[in-house]
């Protein structure tokens, strides 16, 4: 026992020189390299890393929110490390805008999707050096296209491609050259996962594979079929904290450590860590108090009054504490190599840690693939459409790149939201080297999980991508006693104990840039979900959705009360419908919302009342009819996964989600000057999940009789909500398997779905997307957008972008080259009542859906844009570059390439002239 205590304070002495202060300045406490490296290292690796639960909550954690990535802003939590490892140098925004704009720091760039290939003799020298670095790794699999090595004593893994000769690694292989990194960040280049969890009092800690369990030898490699399973032990949970007991008597207190100590300062400072229960007539251990220099002085103090296991073992006794010490955490990391993929995974039986540890977060393999300074390349991340981050581009004044799959979760209380991205459809990352690359598909977890990506020159030399996957989420709640008030973390009742699987794809050199990514992304679906390509191809589709009826507040001898206001009957419906047609318009998409149960925001579904005021069901009959007549697609439209306020059928204690508060979750609507929430306005409410088939079943049954053929489907291709209710949780991965589900049910009972967003998950089940991702959100680490979104999708499943009219920006020239160059579909918002009619209305976003003053303009722009792609709307877009500054090609399966120029200056692509914000089309001039 005074061996292990004088081990742990020299480690906890040590890590005070040597570490740095991170997340939002607060202390952390890390391991040098050296001392991980010393015969001591078993014993100081048992220590965790632990924050304050601030510094966490500030840049570590996984809840939506708290790691925004506002553009211009510096995230407080990953500021950049001064040399030496100490107190991290933070670029001020007006500083980070200056470095931005300077004269030649700009990353030089790549013209095209696919970065410039190394000649025979690199590629060759590049193979050698690639092999060379196996050296000490022993062969576990092969398979004839990939051979699996692991190296026994570091864990680190590699996998050899043999067609090509490449070699993957999960840790850089030249690590110890990185002259950036230090201390705890150096020690992390080692790491194969690492863990962010929260103690039984708040403190925030993590855990990586290599300190807590490499270091130490606590690991076992099991050969497994076409792989291997390394099995973690990550020491002692509780580490140096259980060196000191939780509860002592009042009078052993007093005579086993007070009556010992020599000073009377030692004394108090004893004594500042605990607190005396008076009716108990016990002192209790403060956690609160034992972090850093804190723990280390009680640590020493207890050595030299010779407090040791024994005196520990009967203080835990007399109390109830296990004597055996805490539990460890237990985590086994498969590798699995299928033909030429490999498959990563952490089986959610398999993971056991403490009940008392509250797992928030674990991130997988985060140096996997990772580039060095002197490589040239880009990461892929799947933020909106898609976007690049070039290697090395200099960007550490910004935020690291982060994003939840599938946007927030509706059943997290959420009270601001700050932060307008773009929602990450596709779960999937990449990295492209130019003469290699690689993917990961997110398979299973994604629903749980996030992307992140930094590059090199802020904590280390490398580019990196990897994702992490949220075990257990929180929310904070707030206690009040007059003007004293805490804050303190409530996390779910249950965590996410499904498993968690990453598949790497590699990418060879002549196939290794993003159009490639999403060529191989959209095999893996066609194998896996039976996704098809589109039959038919009728030219570019014109999604035009017409609003039905909304809710209007009007007043009867001063009263107010909820009235009913009709935008567009089924007969002004056919009305418009005409009026398309004979302006030149085929192809029409009809998206109907409104027509049903009480409008827009309609009561439950479980049933179906078609709207009088509108016509009711004769009138939609007739729709149909003229629609069926005209050749027009119909897809009346539904939401499932929130309530509208004032929804009739929809019980908020039976069917309502519930926050990790237990509070029913409600739904309110965002300031836009204070990014609050309203709390003035009447509120919605998230459908838990194990509402929604008795919900479907009723649908079904209705929408059977009504011989409609289409169905619009508002939230469930865009919406994903778990339900938190301490009865029984339902986890984001769990709603979606039941969202699935649905989608599936609802499949049979409609010839074809309309979704809107395109999660990847309901995309194989749709036939057109809406609202589907047309460019990124912009964040300042990010160097371009790129339509990954499309390149998956294009002539598999039909898409626009949001509706023209109401899109942010205004310029009709410009939605127009983006749906030229993403192969989208034109999309319109329109009711036919006057613009007067939603006035003083929560509809006032839809004040320009007036039909009358788009239908000309919305007529040439189809014209115009049939005629230019209408022939490759169902073939797959297999090529997309960037040909010069503002200039894009891309190419179709048949050959056709289209050129958008959207610059201010005409340029010259392949010796073609192409005038300012105009095209192309197979290289010549239209």
């Given at each position: ?123 060759a ?53 990185d002259?950036?990194a230090?201390?705890?960040?150096k ?88 607190r ?39 203080d ?54 990772a580039?060095?300074q ?20 200099g ?35 990449g ?8 993917m ?24 990196n ?20 008030s ?18 790497y ?36 589709p ?56 009480n ?11 078609v ?67 309203d ?47 301490r009865?029984?949780?339902i986890?984001r ?32 089940y ?44 205004q ?32 509809f ?39 040909v ?16 958008v ?26």
């Open positions: 026992m005074k061996q292990l205590l004088k081990t742990r304070v020299a480690c906890l002495l040590l890590a005070g020189v040597v570490g740095c202060l991170t997340l939002g300045q607060s202390a952390t406490l890390v391991q040098s390299q050296e001392a991980a490296q010393s015969p001591d290292a078993s014993a100081a690796s048992e220590q965790p890393v632990q924050e304050s639960a601030e510094g966490v909550e500030a840049g570590e954690s996984e809840q939506e929110g708290e790691r925004g990535q506002d553009q211009g802003l510096v995230q407080e939590g990953r500021a950049a490390e001064g040399a030496d490892g100490g107190e991290p140098q933070m670029a001020q925004p007006e500083q980070a805008q200056e470095q931005a704009l300077a004269p030649g720091q700009e990353q030089a760039q790549e013209p095209s999707g696919q970065t410039a290939a190394t000649g025979e003799g690199d590629r020298d590049a193979v050698e050096s690639a092999t060379d670095n196996l050296e000490g790794m022993e062969a576990m699999a092969d398979n004839g296209q990939l051979t699996l090595y692991v190296h026994p004593e570091t864990t680190q893994v590699a996998v050899l491609h043999q067609r090509s000769g490449d070699v993957w690694h999960t840790n850089p292989p030249d690590r110890e050259a002259a950036i230090t201390g705890y960040n020690a992390k280049l080692n790491v194969q996962f690492e863990l962010t969890y929260y103690d039984e009092s708040g403190n925030a800690l993590r855990y990586d594979n290599y300190t807590h369990s490499i270091l130490s030898g606590q690991f076992e490699i099991e050969p497994a079929e076409d792989g291997v399973t390394i099995v973690y032990t990550i020491g002692e949970v509780a580490g140096d904290l259980d060196a000191i007991p939780k509860y002592i008597n009042a009078s052993r207190f007093q005579s086993a450590i007070l009556d010992r100590l020599s000073s009377d300062a030692d004394r108090r400072e004893v004594s500042l860590r605990f005396l229960d008076e009716e108990q007539q016990r002192y209790e251990r403060r956690d609160s108090a034992l972090r850093g220099v804190g723990l280390s002085k009680l640590l020493g103090l207890f050595e030299e009054i010779g407090y040791d296991e024994a005196e520990r073992a009967i835990k006794e007399a109390y109830g504490e296990s004597a055996e010490g805490p539990q460890g955490v237990r985590v086994p990391l498969a590798y699995q190599i299928e033909d030429d993929e490999l498959r990563v995974s952490i089986s959610g039986e398999g993971l056991q840690y403490p009940a008392s540890m509250h797992i928030q977060s674990i991130s997988l393999l985060p140096f996997f693939g580039s060095g002197e490589d040239e390349g880009y990461i892929v991340v799947p933020d909106g459409s898609g976007s690049l981050i070039r290697f090395n581009n960007r550490t004044y910004a935020a690291p790149y982060r994003t939840l799959l599938y946007g927030g979760d509706g059943a997290i209380s959420q009270l601001a939201n700050r932060q307008q991205a773009m929602e990450a459809r596709l779960p999937v990352f990295m492209s080297y130019g003469d290699r690359g690689f990961g598909i997110i398979e299973s977890g994604d629903a749980v999980a996030a992307v992140e990506a930094d590059v090199s020159g802020r904590l280390n030399a490398y580019n991508v990897y994702p992490t996957f949220t075990i257990y989420n929180y929310e904070e709640v707030t206690l009040s006693n007059g003007w004293r805490s804050t303190i973390k409530r996390f779910q009742q249950e965590p996410f104990r499904g498993d968690i699987a990453v598949r794809q590699f990418l060879e050199e002549d196939r290794n840039g993003y159009p490639d990514m999403a060529a191989s992304y959209r095999d893996y679906l066609v194998r896996t979900t039976g996704m098809a390509p589109l039959e038919d191809d009728t030219g570019v014109f999604y035009v959705e017409l609003i039905g009826g909304i809710p209007k507040q009007k007043f009867f001898l001063g009263i107010p009360y909820q009235a009913y206001e009709p935008l567009t009957t089924f007969e002004q419906a056919a009305e418009i419908l005409g009026q398309m047609q004979d302006a030149g318009i085929d192809n029409i998409k009809l998206r109907y919302t409104g027509w049903f149960n409008g827009i925001h309609h009561n439950t579904p479980s049933g179906i009342k709207d009088r005021k509108l016509g009711g069901s004769k009138g939609l009959r007739e729709l149909q009819a003229v629609a069926e007549a005209a050749d027009v697609a119909l897809y009346p439209d539904a939401s499932f996964q929130e309530a509208a306020p004032r929804a009739r059928g929809f019980s908020r204690s039976s069917q309502a989600s519930r926050f990790i508060s237990n509070k029913v979750a409600a739904v309110y609507p965002y300031a836009t000057a204070t990014y609050g929430q709390l003035d306005a009447d509120p919605g409410y998230i459908v838990s999940p194990k509402a929604l088939p008795s919900i479907v079943d009723g649908f079904i049954a209705d929408y059977r009789r009504t011989g409609l053929t289409g169905l619009s489907l508002r939230d469930f291709g865009s919406e994903l909500n778990g339900d938190y209710n009865a029984g949780v986890d991965e769990a709603a979606k398997g039941i969202v699935r589900e649905q989608l599936a049910r609802l499949g049979e009972a409609a010839e074809e779905l309309l979704i809107e967003g395109g999660n990847a998950y309901a995309a194989p749709a036939r057109h997307i809406v609202d589907a991702p047309m460019t990124s959100s912009g964040f300042n680490i990010t160097d371009e957008s790129i339509p990954l979104f499309q390149l998956v999708y294009h002539g598999y499943v039909s898409y626009a972008g949001t509706p023209w009219n109401l899109a942010d920006n310029d009709a020239r410009i939605n127009f080259l983006q749906a030229l160059e993403s192969g989208a579909g034109l999309h319109y918002t329109w009711f036919h009542a006057e613009a007067s009619a939603i006035k003083m209305t929560g006032d976003h839809y004040y320009s859906a007036d039909y009358r003053s788009w239908l000309d303009e919305a007529a040439r722009q189809y014209r115009e844009l049939d005629e230019a792609i209408g022939d490759v709307s169902g073939q797959p877009i297999v090529d997309h570059r960037r010069a500054e503002g200039v894009y090609k891309t190419t179709y399966d048949g050959g056709k390439t289209v050129v120029n959207y610059n201010d200056a005409a340029v010259e692509v392949d010796g073609v002239r192409i005038d300012a914000m105009d095209y192309g089309i197979g290289g010549g001039k239209r």
